[in-house]
């Protein structure tokens, strides 16, 4: 369990809600709720003898959680359902079974969009009808709009099509699609006709079924019952999917909720977002406000939050009253085609869903807070508490951290890792190869590696241009002293070296004969512990590289025919020695620079007995037959060429 995990776990509150589970890649790995978040989630992190093998698999995955309270466990229910419906959480295997409801998508930013089915609801700007509860009945209701709409259903590019001048395909000489790729269609008289679409799927449909009923009736009279029957199908399947329509916006159970919260550190907009009753998402929105009222904030925020949104409800609560109020709702509602009522509700279960929202902002600022003041501890407060302890006067903007690595005194490396503020910056680490035998001397490795890091400093090299505020070997007495004399012979005795021996995490000082002891809890020794450690990881990742290159170097060395360029075209194809063994003739001969000769000498080398390769040598000798044969025909024909003087 990291140290973020730990600091998070003093933070949950005894409330009910839904808390989401992160791996180390920031993606979703499971969603759970709880009547009592800090009772369940701290649950995970005990003592893993009561979980089930799946638990473990799981939480041995968790780098970072969060959650979001909820008024009761219905509601909790309600978000994790949505939540992992949405998200699919590996880890949510057995919720996963549940329906993930389809959407309808219209994108009516583009100039001839399609009427699309989504598994997700996104907020991109695009138009969504939906959550829909029947595939099977919403693909139906699909298909009778693409029999009676002519709208496009291909994945081609409109515009590209238009200026190659295409003529048009199937779907237009049959009635089921209008052509914009031949430009008989303009933009504004297919969005009049993807308008009628969007009022079908808004719940407007009473026109076209009795539109289709017509025409079913008709079919009845000529006594063509097949495609009345048809028809009737259709108008069950439209009627179908109107009624189970979750999040129809023409009623009030599709609104958004904000509110705002501040503190010292800023200000956060929360939005719960209501779709059919249930609260289907919940998130939070960082704004940088300063003295501004809540009312100048909300009108800002949802001007900006609702620009590009090609969905927005009939009806947005909010618990602070925006400014403008009336425009703003009549710059909404022209900008999305229907009536928009912003409202702050006084009563109800909508108040309660803004005071809710309000303690969800409160409580991410509060979070947020507290996770600073924590990371401040681990880095400028023990950056503070080392500076005390080592005495020196000015906080270490850049700390620097070198540790060797070798096996048995071979391919000997060095790592240097660079700290900014407490913080790592892997794009300040550098590496050495050490270039003289060092045969396992720790001491002569990192005087080179140091000695050629403030070589390159006082020759202007930029990528060594800031000098260290602080310097960090890993090792005791001896490292720390090689160090010193380093930085005396190139004129820079100034700056502040200690020493972290690993066994007892003991601190080296240069003017303190005895080793200092923190406690393991000290800020100060955590910071030199990570840095420590990501030296000693960095130096080891990069012997490993070494080691294998120089071991499947060396065994190519012993083949004929194999020099610099074909060791290193197959070690960036191969890696290991393993993996060149294991190759076969067709796949070394496939490595740029190999020719057929060259890859039958690696696969003999490796294949000694020639078991394997019988028929490949076989069939490489006759390739091998074949090139020469083709020289000595170029090389005729050239001689030829000479004697008629060409």
């Not at 003289?436 to 080179?448: K, N, V």
């Not at 990881?537 to 194999?562: M, P, Q, W």
């Amino acid at each position: 369990m990291n140290t973020k995990i730990q600091e998070k776990l003093k933070l949950l509150p005894d409330k009910p809600g839904v808390y989401k589970m992160f791996n180390a890649q920031g993606e979703l790995i499971y969603v759970g709720k709880a009547v009592n978040l800090k009772n369940r989630v701290r649950q995970y992190f005990q003592s893993p003898k009561n979980h089930s093998a799946k638990v473990r698999a799981m939480v041995s995955n968790i780098c970072d959680f969060d959650f979001v309270i909820v008024t009761n466990e219905t509601e909790a229910l309600n978000l994790e359902s949505n939540l992992i419906k949405q998200n699919m959480p590996y880890y949510n295997i057995l919720l996963k079974d549940d329906k993930h409801f389809p959407y309808i998508r219209i994108d009516f930013r583009q100039d001839f969009p399609r009427v699309e089915i989504v598994r997700r609801y996104k907020r991109d700007g695009a138009k969504y009808f939906g959550p829909y509860l029947s595939s099977f009945m919403l693909r139906e209701s699909i298909e009778a709009v693409r029999e009676n709409f002519p709208v496009r259903q291909c994945k081609h590019d409109i515009g590209r099509m238009i200026a190659r001048g295409e003529r048009p395909c199937l779907m237009y000489h049959v009635g089921k699609c209008c052509a914009p790729c031949t430009g008989k269609v303009t933009r504004e008289q297919y969005h009049e006709l993807l308008n009628e679409v969007a009022a079908l799927f808004e719940g407007n449909c009473k026109p076209y079924i009795a539109k289709l009923t017509e025409q079913m009736q008709k079919e009845s009279q000529n006594l063509n019952f097949e495609k009345a029957a048809q028809l009737r199908d259709r108008i069950r399947a439209i009627k179908s999917v109107s009624e189970k329509q979750i999040a129809s916006s023409a009623t009030d159970k599709c609104y958004d909720v904000f509110a705002l919260a501040r503190d010292e550190l800023g200000t956060l907009a929360y939005g719960l977002f209501v779709r059919g009753g249930n609260v289907i998402s919940a998130e939070g929105y960082k704004i940088e406000a300063e003295d501004e009222s809540f009312s100048e904030i909300i009108e800002q925020f949802l001007l900006q939050f609702y620009h590009d949104a090609g969905d927005m409800p009939h009806e947005i609560n909010v618990a602070d009253e925006p400014q403008e109020c009336e425009q703003l709702e009549a710059f909404l509602s022209q900008k999305c085609g229907h009536s928009v009522k912003i409202r702050v509700p006084k009563r109800g279960e909508k108040l309660k869903q803004c005071e809710l929202a309000k303690m969800n902002a409160a409580q991410t600022l509060a979070r947020s807070r507290e996770l600073a003041h924590r990371e401040w501890e681990r880095t400028e407060g023990a950056l503070a508490e080392l500076c005390r302890i080592i005495g020196i006067g000015m906080l270490p903007h850049r700390m620097e951290c070198f540790d060797n690595s070798h096996f048995q005194g071979r391919d000997t490396v060095g790592s240097m890792v660079v700290f900014i503020n407490g913080k790592p910056e892997k794009s300040l680490y550098r590496r050495f190869k050490t270039k003289q035998d060092t045969a396992g001397d720790d001491y002569l490795a990192m005087r080179e590696h140091l000695s050629r890091r403030f070589e390159r400093t006082l020759a202007g090299d930029e990528k060594f241009a800031e000098l260290p505020d602080l310097l960090v070997v890993d090792g005791g007495r001896g490292q720390l002293n090689v160090a010193l004399e380093v930085l005396d012979e190139y004129g820079l005795s100034y700056i502040p070296a200690i020493g972290l021996a690993e066994k007892n995490e003991e601190i080296i000082l240069p003017d303190r004969e005895e080793p200092v002891v923190l406690p393991r809890s000290s800020p100060a020794l955590q910071i030199l512990q990570r840095i420590r450690d990501e030296a000693h990881r960095f130096a080891i990742t990069y012997h490993r590289s070494v080691r294998a290159k120089n071991s499947l170097y060396s065994r190519l060395d012993e083949i004929e025919g194999i020099g610099d360029k074909r060791k290193r075209v197959l070690y960036e194809k191969f890696v290991t020695i393993d993996a060149v063994s294991a190759a076969e003739i067709d796949e070394l001969r496939a490595v740029p620079g190999m020719n057929i000769r060259a890859a039958q000498a690696v696969y003999d080398f490796f294949h000694p007995d020639g078991s394997a390769g019988a028929a490949a040598s076989a069939e490489t000798g006759n390739a091998v037959q074949s090139e020469h044969n083709k020289a000595q025909g170029q090389a005729a024909e050239n001689k030829r060429n000479a004697d008629n003087g060409e």
